[in-house]
């Protein structure tokens, strides 16, 4: 199914990404790439947005678990519902978001952020942060624009 394949396709992405980053950059170390806006500034956080949370790890894969099943749980009602293809793709980029980001915080005990856009109170994010972003984003519309 196409929304497995999205999903597959983000996970990989995403862990690749970060692999590369941990290649290149060290830990703590930006790198400008477009003149004072943007940055790879490789962080680990173990907690969540903003860094929420990041005494207490234990707490954020548990609740990172909960929501990422709750995720899926929707998405395969939604595919066996037969649900808007709009819907089922953007919960697709929601969990293959969500899993990317917590196979990285089970394997290495924290999440591998690295791009850094310099505006007020930005955080540093990865690639599995934006296709949950874009995620929620199509899920919304999805939403708002059903037919019943």
């Known amino acids: 199914m196409v929304f497995f394949i999205i999903i597959a396709v983000i996970i990989t992405a995403d862990l690749l990404s970060k692999e590369m980053i941990k290649d290149r950059i060290e830990e703590g170390q930006k790198k400008e790439l477009v003149k004072d806006k943007l940055y790879f500034w490789r962080i680990k956080n173990t907690g969540c947005a903003y860094s929420v949370m990041k005494d207490k790890p234990d ?3 548990a609740s990172s678990s909960v929501v990422t099943a709750i995720i899926g749980g929707v998405l395969c ?4 519902k037969g649900e808007k293809p709009s819907l089922l793709a953007g919960l697709s980029m929601c969990l293959g978001g969500a899993l990317g980001n917590l196979i990285d915080r089970v394997k290495n005990k924290g999440v591998t952020d690295f791009i850094y856009v310099n505006k007020k109170k930005m955080p540093i994010f990865n690639l599995a942060d934006i296709f949950i972003f874009i995620g929620v984003i199509t899920v919304i519309i999805a939403l708002c624009t059903r037919d019943n």
């Open 59 to 61: 707490a954020v894969v």
């Open 77 to 80: 009602a939604g595919i066996a």
